[in-house]
């Protein structure tokens, strides 16, 4: 093994059969200063055994497996996108490991992100809803957007994705509601709104409201809309491509290297605080 290889920052994808965990796996092998040392998925997965890369005809040497502790063994890094019951049980296992954690999975309960901030005393962490540069570039443009109006403006967040997707309203147009909230002063659980349906009364200035839109193939679009009196700002970020989301994991691994334990975000990796 060459001495680029051995330099090179030890990767585990969890879920590695899903659309995801492949571009992941394919991300990982095609960087150039991360190497693929474990692939997780859950014991059905058809793929158990087989090798992570062989979806694209290729061989890493890397076989697919449901056993924690054996996929996990090697490797300095997890990147984690699958369903928030799956991640906790890996957190778990790398906080007995010292694996440091790339956390993309949405949809976790507040016990949940409390159980992530313990485990971030033990590990390093970087957890977003989205790992994309440019949603993450987006965030901080409507946090200025937000300040700037603050009064006057309605705001709605409008979300599209593919007919796949479990949870709703995305990890994403979430955290776009809780950064605009946070610019407001407000708190996002008192004043988002989440479905309209018959006579609902005047809108209520002081609300942040959510549409979900699911079908197709859709990767990932979403919009916040500023409506004011004579005029409206659009602020989108569309996504024809997972692989913006897997390079911005990468990115993430990267920061991690050499980090102390603790719960970062994009932001920390963009230098975006």
């Known amino acids: 093994m060459s001495a680029a290889v051995n330099a090179a920052l030890r ?19 095609d960087s150039g200063d991360c190497t693929l040392t474990g692939a997780l998925d859950i014991a059905s997965s058809p793929a ?9 005809g ?11 502790t054996a996929g996990l063994s090697g490797s300095q890094f997890l990147i984690d996108f699958t369903r928030p019951e ?15 954690v790339v956390i993309g999975t949405t949809g976790f309960t507040d016990a949940q992100k409390t159980e992530i901030a313990q485990i971030a005393k033990q590990i390093p ?12 570039v987006t965030l901080k443009l409507l946090e200025m957007a937000a300040k700037a109006m603050a009064t006057g ?9 593919h007919r796949h997707k479990v949870d709703a309203p995305s990890g994403t147009a979430l955290k776009m509601g809780e ?6 002063g407000r708190d996002l659980k008192e004043c988002a709104v989440y479905a309209r349906e018959g006579v609902t009364g005047e809108r209520d200035p002081s609300t942040i409201g959510f549409a979900a839109i699911r079908g197709g193939d859709i990767v990932g679009d979403h919009t916040v809309l500023f409506a004011g009196t004579g005029e409206r700002i659009e602020i989108t970020h569309k996504s024809s491509s997972r692989t913006t989301y897997a390079q911005g994991s990468l990115r993430a691994v990267r920061f991690l290297a050499g980090k102390p334990a603790g719960l970062y975000d994009m932001f920390d990796v963009l230098g975006l605080k």
């Open 11 to 29: 990767v585990c994808v969890a879920g590695a059969s899903g659309r995801m965990g492949q571009m992941l796996v394919e991300a990982v092998r």
């Open 48 to 56: 158990i055994g087989q090798d992570a890369a062989g979806f694209a």
């Open 58 to 68: 290729q061989a890493s040497g890397v076989a697919i497996t449901a056993d924690l």
């Open 86 to 100: 799956g991640t906790m049980a890996h957190l778990r296992e790398c906080a007995k490991l010292g694996v440091g």
């Open 125 to 136: 962490i970087v957890m977003s809803p989205n790992m994309s540069v440019g949603v993450n």
């Open 153 to 161: 403006y309605d705001i709605e967040i409008i979300e599209a994705h």
């Open 179 to 184: 950064v605009i909230a946070d610019a407001l």
